[in-house]
Each structure stands twice: as C-alpha cells, then as structure tokens.
C-alpha cells in the first residue's frame, strides 16, 4: 500500500505567506512604532481613531501587503498580554467581556494561550467572537447572515464597534484571502507549527474593546440550541469508560492516517472527554476529524492536492464534499454505510443536531454538550477510526473497541427525511392502538355494522395485505424494512411528497390525540359539574351518537393509517413511475392532507356529525382515485423482491 506523506502545512502558498509575516522580523518606522503604542490602552483595549490610521481600507488584493507594514502591531499584542497573568487579565478586562456571555470562556482561553492550547483557544475564541458580533447585528433588528463574513462586509457593524475595529476583524476573520482564522481553525487545516498566541490574544483585545462600548450595554442574547435531537442517540451507543480509554489512545497513537503533528489534538481532546469537559472536546474533536476525513477522501480518491487551502476558483475540501452519496465518492464503500449514516446524522442533515457547524458558529448551549452527546461523538469517531485502521493494513481493533464499531456498522439514519417519516407512522400506528382502547366501546345491543363500516375495514385489511410480507403484521418491523440504513438521495419531487406525507402524519396525529383528549377531558369535567350548558349539549351530543361514530372512527382511522402507510412504501420502493403518476399522487396526497386538517379542527370544535362526513367525503374521493389502487398492485409485486432494501 502506497505510504501516506503529510505536508508540512495544508495551508496554500499564499496563506503560508501571510502568516509567515505575522513573525518576521524587521525594522518599523518609527511613525509606525507611535501610532501601534497608541493603539492599545491600559485596560488591555484598542483606541479605535489610531487603529483606524493602522488599518486603510482592505481589498482582496492587500492583506498580504497590510500584515507586512503592521505585523508589529500583533507582536505588539502578543508581547502586551502574555506577560500578563491571569489575575492582571481578570482584573482588566472581566467586566468589559460581559457582553459576550462568556466572560469566564475568554478567561479559560486567556489560560489556553499562556500554556500553549492554541487550538483549544483559538476554536473557542473564534466561535464566541463570532455569535457575539451576530448578537450586535441583532440590535438593528435585522436578521443575522449565516456567515461571519457577510456580517463583517454588511456594514452595519461600523457604526456600532468603529472602523477601526471592524477593519481589524475583517484581518483575521474575513475571507479566504485574509487571515481566515476562524475557517483555517475549524475546518482543520491549521498545524501547530502554523501559529502562535498573538491572533487569540488580538481577539481578546477586540472582545474587550467592544466591552467598553455604548453598544455592549443594549446586546440582547438570542436563544441558544440546545441539541434536543440528541435524545435519538441514547440507544444507539454505550457509554465509553476508562477501561477503554488505554485502547482509543493506542489507535490514534499508531494510526498511519492521523497527521503526527496532530496527535497531540487528538490526545487532548480525549483527555478532555475523560475529564467531563464534553464541550472542549467536542471543539477540538471536530476540525481534526475533518482534517483525517479529508487526507482519506483524498487518498481514495486519488486527489491529494486538495488538502491544501485555497483562495479562489474553488472551495475547501470539507465535510459537505467529503460525505458526499455521489456514486464516485470511494469513501461511501469503504466506510460502510451504518458508519456513513452516523457521520450524516451528526454532520449534514438538516433535521440532526448538525452539532459541527452549531458549536462551530458559538450557536450552542454548553450545558446541551453533554456526556450523551459527546459520547456518540466519540463512539462514530472511534468507528471511523478502525474502519480506516483496515486500509491501512493494521490490526487495531482491540477487544474494547470492537462492540463501538460493531454498534455503528448496523446503525440507521434517525434525521433522514424518510427515516422521519418512518418513525412518525410507528407513532400513529401506536397512538390509533390508544384511541380504540381510550374510547367507550360500541354498545353490544347495537345494530349491525352499517355498510361504510364494512367497507372501511375490508379496504383497511386489503391494504394491509399488501404491505404484510414484510413487516409480518408489525408496523414496526415494516418501518424497520423499508427504511434505508444509509441516507438516500431524494429529487425534488420525491423531497414534496415526503413532505406531504409528514404534513398528513402530523394532522392524523393530531386528529387521534384530539379525539381522546377531548372525549377524556369532557368526560373528567362532567363527572365534577364543570361543564357550561353548551358544553354538555355537545358531550350528549357525542354519547348520543356513539353507537354509530365509534366503529366509524375506528375503522375509519384504521384505513386512514393503512392507506398513510401503502404511500409510504410506495414512495420507498418507486423508481419507476412516470412524471404524469407522481403529479397524480401528489394531488390526491393533497386532498388527503385537506381532509386531515378538517378532521383536527372539526373534533376541537366538537363537531362530531362533522367529523362523519368527513370520512365518508375521504372514502368516496379514494374511490375515484384508481391509481392507488394500482399502486398497491405495484407495491405487492416490488415487496417481494426483498434485495430492494438492502442498503
């Protein structure tokens, strides 16, 4: 196998350069070397008038040429604040860091700098900076950019924080063609041998100076994510424990695609998993990963000259091209499709916790990084890291480990739009079970079942029918069936229709839970006379009409589910109907979700007689709907042909 030969750098040519010149050594002008001493006050914070003489008006074409005149300006900085100690830091500039929130984060990265954690500071740095300068945006009340760039150019911050200070960011933050700190940093791409303290310590400076501004009085704080999604982690993996830790440390310390020089950021943030301090961890985890991620892709890919950065023409090679289904990523086969599965979900898809590009953007609630999240971070990072171990022809997979990358070689997408779908139709089929059972039963001297009854029980149980040979009866087992273990690429007509199914999902839940919510609630009310006269006519109304609505509702819910379900196949197994079928399906599905709509807000009227003529109205526009009819036809003949759902 063809040796792995890591760069001395990943950054391009360019970038090399300006960040070379952050250090070098030459004589200033002694006009200069005044107006940088006047740059910074006792407080440790920048005067924005003669950072304003410093900086002139930046263009893709002078960055380079703006570090070379002022690099004594960053050594001025770097020099200032690390002869400082913590204490001196505190005691200057604590109060005037409130406004970020995160005041103690600024001082942990204070400490970070001084004991050489560049990494560990500068991720952190770059992500607080960052949701801080959205939340001065926010104060014009205007919706923020998602990009830190775009907050930077839009020229709303000048008359907030000053020229001075915005041109300074726009230095180390702005685009590929300046110091591009927070992407060089987060998108794994900086080396440790790459840079120093001085750009943190110039973010502080900067965090510190907007403290004492008007503006950092007025900030109010939006909300911040909490990473509810991650609840769907927590069957998924074990907790990893310090029996393993040994284990984890051997496979990075061998490992032939981790870059040396990063070891050491691997080590660290295993260190910080183990001493609870998830939220570190994760930061530091992320941009390494992407950087192992990348040097594989571009292995197997045989692309190596795209580890570098770049400026202009093209993109950085990050997680979004790296993860990519397209059939000519060798990364897919080689890492199977559980582990692709668990990376989408942690990663890309919309509907995950997306938790790379959140904490990378400060979005996040440290508190929401907990040992569940981390873990599962953990546990897909270890899996990736044996799957690739085998390319690299080495037996690493220690006994410990094994369960971790068993676990995600069968793991399934939770966040993929189908997957979505599948478990909101074990819901419903679960919350109709509920409805039946909640609900009086039918009065056992009552008459006959009434022919739309029958009908719907016959057509419910033929739709069952024809999805049966694959979940055996079980909805569950059915769901499990169909759903496909790695994410699949859906068009924009197939992405419609699922979205119209979850919509029409949504309201027979909600239809269902209405239904037995109301029933029990007026029923609890009554028994303790606290129905207004309106109230128990309605409730009379509804035992009144019980003989007749009970087994409609029920076998009408029924059919409702099985026919909710026959679609949800049909969109899984379909490649082949025509342009002219699908608009027909998505016409009906829309009546369909018309019908739903109408049933939810008929039972919270209490409109019971309503809600009758409702199923019946649905019935009859399903009749004269025949495709579905030939839809199940289709669906019984593709269910049989079991290889359809092996991912």
């Not at 009554?526 to 109304?541: C, K, M």
């Amino acid at each position: 196998m063809e040796t792995i030969v890591f760069p001395a750098t990943y950054l391009s040519e360019y970038a090399q350069r300006l960040h070379s010149r952050l250090t070098r050594q030459k004589r200033a002008e002694s006009e200069t070397l005044q107006i940088v001493e006047k740059s910074i006050f006792e407080k440790n914070t920048l005067n924005n008038e003669h950072l304003s003489q410093l900086l002139e008006p930046l263009n893709s074409d002078n960055y380079l040429q703006f570090i070379e005149k002022n690099y004594l300006f960053f050594e001025r900085i770097f020099s200032f604040f690390h002869s400082q100690s913590l204490e001196q830091f505190a005691r200057a500039c604590r109060e005037s860091l409130v406004w970020t929130d995160n005041a103690e984060t600024c001082l942990d990265c204070f400490t970070w700098l001084k004991e050489g954690s560049i990494h560990l500071a500068m991720l952190r740095l770059t992500a607080l900076t960052e949701r801080s300068l959205g939340d001065i945006y926010n104060n014009r009340r205007q919706p923020v950019p998602n990009m830190l760039k775009d907050i930077l150019f839009s020229g709303e911050l000048e008359p907030l924080i000053g020229d001075g200070l915005c041109r300074l960011l726009r230095v180390l933050l702005g685009p590929p063609e300046s110091l591009n700190v927070r992407n060089l940093f987060w998108h794994g791409f900086i080396k440790p041998c790459d840079t120093d303290a001085r750009l943190g310590y110039c973010l502080l400076a900067i965090l510190a100076s907007i403290g004492t501004l008007e503006i950092a009085s007025k900030i109010e704080f939006r909300a911040k994510v909490k990473f509810e999604e991650k609840v769907q982690f927590q069957q998924d993996f074990e907790i990893i424990d310090s029996s393993q830790k040994d284990a984890i440390c051997n496979l990075i310390s061998l490992h032939s695609f981790i870059d040396p020089q990063l070891k050491s950021v691997w080590q660290q943030s295993l260190e910080c998993f183990f001493n609870e301090n998830y939220e570190s961890s994760i930061c530091l985890l992320f941009p390494i990963l992407e950087n192992f991620l990348r040097i594989v892709f571009c292995f197997l890919n045989s692309s190596m000259s795209r580890v570098y950065t770049v400026e202009k023409l093209e993109y950085f090679t990050t997680f979004d091209e790296i993860l990519s289904l397209e059939q000519s990523n060798k990364l897919i086969a080689f890492l199977g499709a559980g582990v692709m599965a668990a990376l989408h979900d942690l990663l890309i898809l919309p509907e995950g916790p997306r938790v790379r590009d959140r904490v990378s953007h400060g979005e996040h609630d440290a508190a929401a990084v907990d040992q569940l999240l981390a873990n599962h971070v953990w546990s897909v990072v270890v899996a990736v890291l044996l799957r690739v171990a085998s390319l690299a022809n080495s037996d690493q997979k220690a006994v410990s480990l094994k369960v971790i990358l068993d676990r995600a070689e069968v793991y399934s997408s939770h966040f993929h739009p189908f997957s979505v779908l599948c478990q909101q139709v074990i819901q419903l089929d679960h919350s109709s079970k509920v409805m039946v059972s909640k609900l009086p039963a039918r009065p056992h001297d009552a008459c006959a079942e009434d022919a739309l009854v029958l009908a719907f029980k016959q057509e419910a149980d033929s739709l069952r029918n024809h999805v049966t040979p694959l979940g055996g009866g079980e909805c569950a087992l059915l769901m499990k069936a169909i759903c496909p273990q790695l994410p699949i690429e859906v068009d924009l007509i197939q992405f419609n229709l699922i979205k119209l199914l979850r919509h029409i999902g949504t309201k027979l839940q909600m239809a269902v839970t209405a239904l037995v919510n109301s029933y029990e609630t007026k029923t609890t009310m009554l028994s303790q006379q606290r129905l207004r006269q309106r109230q128990r006519d309605n409730l009379n109304q509804f035992h009144e009409l019980l003989p007749s609505s009970v087994p409609l509702w029920t076998a009408g819910s029924e059919w409702c589910l099985q026919l909710f379900i026959v679609f949800v196949v049909h969109l899984r197994t379909d490649s082949s109907s025509s342009q002219s079928d699908r608009v027909k399906i998505e016409k009906f599905l829309k009546r369909f979700l018309k019908w739903s709509e109408n049933m939810v807000s008929s039972i919270e009227e209490n409109k019971w007689i309503h809600c009758q003529e409702i199923y019946i109205q649905l019935k009859k526009e399903a009749d004269q709907f025949h495709y579905y009819h030939s839809l199940m036809m289709m669906n019984d003949i593709v269910l049989k042909k079991t290889d359809l759902f092996v991912s």
